[in-house]
């Protein structure tokens, strides 16, 4: 039987910055993700850049988190 994961805000204060990371949490209306990598962590908040911009996740409103692989390599140009 293999170990319980740890409550997800656990795992973020453990995590090392550079870990690549989906990150769920509340937010009006209901859920949503943030994947990329960790970045950053303060009191009460980590921060994951995502593709487009990071963000700033207060751990009280995270729901679940893990480390996730590596993105894969981005394809090259079709060839006619």
């Known amino acids: 039987m293999s170990s319980p994961m740890p ?4 795992f973020l204060s453990g995590a090392p910055l ?4 989906v990150v769920r949490y509340r937010i009006e209306g209901g859920l949503t993700d943030a994947l990329g990598e960790l970045v950053g962590l303060g009191e009460g908040v980590c921060t994951v850049r995502t593709r487009r911009l990071d963000v700033d996740i207060p751990l009280a409103l995270v729901v679940a988190a893990k480390e ?10 079709r060839q006619p």
Do not use: E, L, M
Request: net charge positive; glycine share 12%; proline share 39%.
């Open 68 to 77: 996730v692989p590596p993105a894969p390599p981005r394809r090259g140009p």
């Open 7 to 10: 409550p997800p805000q656990q």
């Open 18 to 21: 550079g870990t690549r990371v």
